[in-house]
């Protein structure tokens, strides 16, 4: 683990070790750190250094992404909270230094159509070799789980066999992002399939003590490159495949594996719309069940009409784009 090289470099590591203790997650915050820490060598700074401007200076001076940016002033800006507490300094030089203007980042989303393709592309990709189809036919299931439960990728590949439930048909889905643990009902058509995976498993492998649910090799988890690579071949195969593209202050994401979960999200919302349901009142509901820490972050689904509406857009701002 590269270390911090500042004259900060005991509170960082003191600020790292705290939340740790916390039980956070610390992976991305220290990379934000190290970046700040990295500025704070190279301009030598010192305790006299952390006025308004300096940062002001650093956020310009940063040159990455405005997001990657505000991520690290944000971090930074956190990192000053705790350091008052412990009396290094008396106020938050960051307080009053506003974030940089990021462009609205619009994903790609799948219709349930295309959901359907997709899996079915993948379905297609399976070898039937003996040596490729358990590692295979787990990766399908990866995606098929980010496609109809809405998970993230790193959430199917952390199940162990402990955490499928099939007399009820519920995953628990363990010390996730946010630190949340949640129990999930499943649709049936998924727990056929899981059910399928395990008997398969089991007659390759009889003697598998692999404790994952969907097994990689060495008693590992399936490789999320492997679930990476599978997916981008599939949607090649459905001519889905196309460049991040930004037009004027909109970022048009390409598709990826989580725009898996972001198309379960707005096309559960959609369903319950056409159902003369309520999507506002079913966002708690929705929060709970993909794992985010309150509802207000499920709310960014109600601005996303459909995949249809937002191909539309893409397809329009490229044509402007042409026309000009």
């Given amino acids: 683990m590269k270390p911090f090289e500042s004259f900060l470099s005991p509170q960082l590591d003191e600020f790292v070790a705290y939340r740790e203790n916390l039980g956070y997650e610390t992976k991305r915050r220290r990379a934000h750190l190290l970046a700040f820490d990295r500025y704070l060598k190279d301009n030598g700074a010192d305790w006299d250094s952390f006025e308004p401007s300096f940062f002001l ?3 310009t001076e940063l040159q990455k992404r405005p997001s990657h940016t505000n991520q690290i002033l944000m971090t930074a800006r956190v ?13 938050n030089p960051l307080q009053d230094v506003p974030l940089l203007k990021e462009k609205a980042t ?28 358990l590692t295979d036919l787990g ?6 789980l980010l496609a109809r439960c809405g998970m993230r990728i790193s959430e199917p590949l952390g199940l162990m066999m402990r955490h499928y439930r099939r007399d009820d048909r519920t995953l628990y889905i363990e010390n996730t992002k946010f630190r949340k643990d949640r129990l999930i009902p499943i ?17 390759l492998k009889p003697d598998d003590q692999n404790p994952y649910l969907l097994a990689g090799k060495k008693n590992r988890a399936l490789s999320e490159s492997r679930v990476r ?50 999507a506002q009142n079913a966002l708690p509901v929705l929060a709970t069940y993909l794992g985010h820490s309150t509802y207000i972050c499920s709310s960014v689904y109600l601005k996303i009409a459909d995949a249809k509406s937002r191909n539309n857009l893409y397809d329009f701002t490229i044509w402007q784009e042409w026309k000009i």
């Fill in 57 to 59: 200076r650093m956020r």
């Fill in 106 to 133: 619009i994903p790609f989303l799948f219709s349930r159509e295309q959901t359907d393709q997709l899996l079915a592309a993948l379905c297609k990709r399976i070898r039937q070799k003996e040596n490729y189809f």
């Fill in 187 to 203: 649709p049936k058509a998924v727990a056929t399939e899981i059910d399928n995976y395990l008997r398969v498993r089991k007659h």
């Fill in 139 to 144: 990766t399908y299931l990866v995606l098929l």
């Fill in 229 to 278: 690579s599978t997916f981008h071949r599939a949607v090649e195969d459905l001519g889905l495949k196309h460049k991040r593209k930004t037009v004027g202050n909109m970022i048009f994401s390409p598709p990826v594996p989580h725009g898996l979960r972001h198309s379960f999200a707005v096309n559960t919302l959609r369903n319950i719309i056409e159902q003369k349901g309520s």
């Fill in 79 to 91: 990192l000053f909270r705790f350091l008052i507490r412990l009396g290094y300094v008396e106020e």
